[in-house]
């Protein structure tokens, strides 16, 4: 029962270097997220999605692009990485609409030098 | 847009005694769901408790529960009789029902003393 998984958990670039970060779900949940999480500023919402084909932009949507070509699959793409983006980053997915409970991956920290 | 917000960047606790975290949210919406979650150590989310804004009772799990003041744009969490294994961070969230976008604050480390 893997849940959410994220690949990969650990990673450090170089400014401008590029990078794809995977979240793989095995739940069949429709709606899939990704979140940053900074000291201080709590989880922010970079892009989500609501079903496969789908995307939409969250509240730090800059310097970042996803892709959910599968239903189970969201990727998470950094063109041009920025010391900015050094961060902890979050997949989260959830079955429904409304009060369904939303499932965390483990989390990946990136690193930017 | 919508925002959460929570002011209490950190709160202490002892052990046995109740703590109530304060969250507050801003959305032209009438219809949303709010939740807390809590995040320990190890990093991993985990589902404290939620509202449907249109119910007005208030939510509880067993130790865990809420104010929910809809017009105040409210949302405060209560913990009963805290352990030492309820010291973690604790996220207020707000999920629009329109757009399903879900949103967090910027989170209250709770510390637990015995």
């Known amino acids: 029962n893997a849940g959410v998984t994220q690949t990969p958990k650990f990673r450090v670039l170089k400014t401008g270097q590029s990078m794809t970060l995977l979240c793989a779900q095995d739940?069949?949940?429709?709606?899939m997220y990704w979140y940053r999480q900074d000291p201080g500023m709590g989880l922010r919402l970079i892009h989500y999605?609501?079903?496969?084909?789908?995307?939409a932009k969250g509240e730090v949507p800059d310097g970042y692009n996803v892709s959910r070509l599968k239903k189970q699959n969201f990727l998470l793409g950094l063109e041009s990485a920025a010391p900015s983006q050094t961060s902890v980053y979050f997949c989260a997915s959830s079955k429904d609409r409304g009060k369904a409970e939303a499932f965390f991956g483990q989390g990946t920290r990136l690193t930017v030098v | 847009a919508q925002t959460v917000t929570q002011s209490q960047p950190e709160m202490s606790v002892q052990e046995a005694e109740t703590v109530t975290l304060s969250c507050t949210y801003d959305t032209s919406e009438s219809d949303y769901y709010l939740f807390w979650y809590k995040q320990p150590p190890s990093r991993q989310m985990i589902l404290v408790i939620r509202q449907e804004a249109y119910k007005q009772q208030n939510a509880t799990e067993n130790r865990f529960s809420v104010n929910f003041q809809k017009a105040a744009k409210s949302f405060s969490l209560k913990i009963s009789d805290s352990q030492l294994g309820d010291a973690a961070m604790y996220f207020c969230a707000y999920r629009s029902a329109g757009t399903d976008k879900l949103i967090f604050g910027t989170g209250t480390r709770l510390q637990v003393f015995p």
């Open positions: 999605s609501v079903g496969e084909g789908t995307t």
């Open positions: 739940m069949n949940h429709e709606y």
